[in-house]
T-cell receptor
């Protein structure tokens, strides 16, 4: 299996621009998670989906952030408009969903976003 | 809510043993995970504990005490490649997402 695939790996953009991050989960996994990692705040959950349905978006910072999962093999995280404080590494993870407790999350390589 | 504490940095010598502690407070505990993250890379799963006691997996072991809200990760026979950040993460009942600690950066010296 190719694992969780994220694109792009690096993104540099200017303040005010729209940014779209993409994720392909591991085939057969029912859960997809978006996390953000910064030096100040560590690794934080933004949103997660179960069978393409958003379950918990309490970590989404504000209305500038939106996430979709149109099918089982693709998800996007969009920031519009972007701000310098959005600069971070954004990770996508997926898990099989068979057991609520021991379910292991597998992470993609991340997208390093820099907003100038 | 949850509160997870880990030391920020640790240094150890190649071939030695190191213990990385994690304390947590949570309203409904449903498992504790340890992940390893090398600089610039993704976190990778190391271990999972839900019952009290020690789980051993090769050079790595993880211990859990639910009554104390405490876990540790034990790394034996340290190798240079073990230099990385180690993230403690807790799962709440009824929730699939993980809450991560800030991570412990381990530096292994020759």
């Amino acid at each position: 299996d190719a694992g969780v695939i994220q694109s792009p790996r690096h993104e540099v953009t200017e303040m005010g621009q729209e940014v779209t991050l993409r994720c392909k989960p591991i085939s057969g996994h029912d859960y997809l998670f978006w996390y953000r990692q910064t030096m100040m705040r560590g690794l934080e959950l933004l949103i997660y989906f179960n069978n393409n349905v958003p379950i918990d978006d309490s970590g989404m910072p504000e209305d500038r952030f939106s996430a979709k999962m149109p099918n089982a093999s693709f998800s996007t995280l969009k920031i519009q408009p972007s701000e310098p404080r959005d600069s971070a590494v954004y990770f996508c993870a997926s898990s099989p969903g068979r057991d609520p407790g021991s379910d292991i999350q597998y992470f993609g390589a991340g997208t390093r976003l820099s907003v100038l | 809510g949850q509160n997870i504490d880990q030391p920020t940095e640790m240094t150890a010598t190649e071939g030695a043993i190191v213990q990385i502690n994690c304390t947590y407070q949570t309203s409904g505990f449903n498992g504790l995970f340890w992940y390893q993250q090398h600089a610039g890379e993704a976190p990778t799963f190391l271990s999972y504990n839900v019952l009290d006691g020690l789980e051993e997996k090769g050079r790595f072991s993880s211990f859990l005490s639910r009554s104390k809200g405490y876990s540790y990760l034990l790394l034996k026979e340290l190798q240079m490649k073990d230099s990385a950040s180690y993230l403690c993460a807790v799962k709440d009942t009824g929730r699939r997402a993980l809450t991560f600690g800030s991570g412990t950066r381990l530096q292994v010296q020759p």
